[in-house]
Nanobody, 125 residues
Framework: QVQLVESGGGLVQAGGSLRLSCAAS????????MGWFRQAPGKEREFVAA????????YYADSVKGRFTISRNNVKNTVALQMNSLKPEDTAVYYC??????????????????WGQGTQVTVSS
C-alpha cells in the first residue's frame, strides 16, 4: 500500500507555470504506475497525465499535451507535474494517483486504487 501527498498548488496568472509534486510513502513506489487527474467545480474528475513505473513511458490528455510534463524520481519516491503556459481552464483540484504495475501506464481513474488528498490550482485571466 502507498500513501500519496500532493503539494505545489497555488494561484498563478494565465501564461504562468506551476510545479506539482506528489510524495509517496512505502518502499515499493518504484513498482507503481502513477497518474495525475484534476477536477474542476461541477465537473467530473478527468485524466491529465500518466507515467510507467520506470518513467520510460508517459501519456497526456490532449488538453495539456505540449504544456505539461510528468516525471518521477524513484529514489526520492516522488512524481511531479510541471505545468507551463497555464490557462484559466486548467483551474481545478489536482490529484495524484497510483497503482502497482510494472507494465503499463493507466488513464482511467477507475484503474487507480490509491489517491492523494488533492491540491488546488487556480489560474487567473
Amino acid at each position: 500500500q502507498v500513501q500519496l501527498v500532493e503539494s505545489g498548488g497555488g494561484l498563478v496568472q494565465a501564461g504562468g507555470s506551476l510545479r506539482l509534486s506528489c510524495a509517496a510513502s512505502g518502499r515499493t513506489f518504484s513498482s507503481y504506475a502513477m497518474g495525475w487527474f484534476r477536477q474542476a467545480p461541477g465537473k467530473e474528475r478527468e485524466f491529465v497525465a500518466a507515467i510507467t513505473w520506470s518513467g520510460g513511458d508517459t501519456y497526456y490528455a490532449d488538453s495539456v499535451k505540449g504544456r505539461f510534463t510528468i516525471s518521477r524520481n524513484n529514489v526520492k519516491n516522488t512524481v511531479a507535474l510541471q505545468m507551463n503556459s497555464l490557462k484559466p481552464e486548467d483551474t481545478a483540484v489536482y490529484y495524484c494517483a497510483g497503482r502497482m504495475s510494472r507494465m503499463y501506464y493507466y488513464t482511467s481513474l477507475h484503474e487507480y486504487p490509491y489517491w492523494g488528498q488533492g491540491t488546488q490550482v487556480t489560474v487567473s485571466s
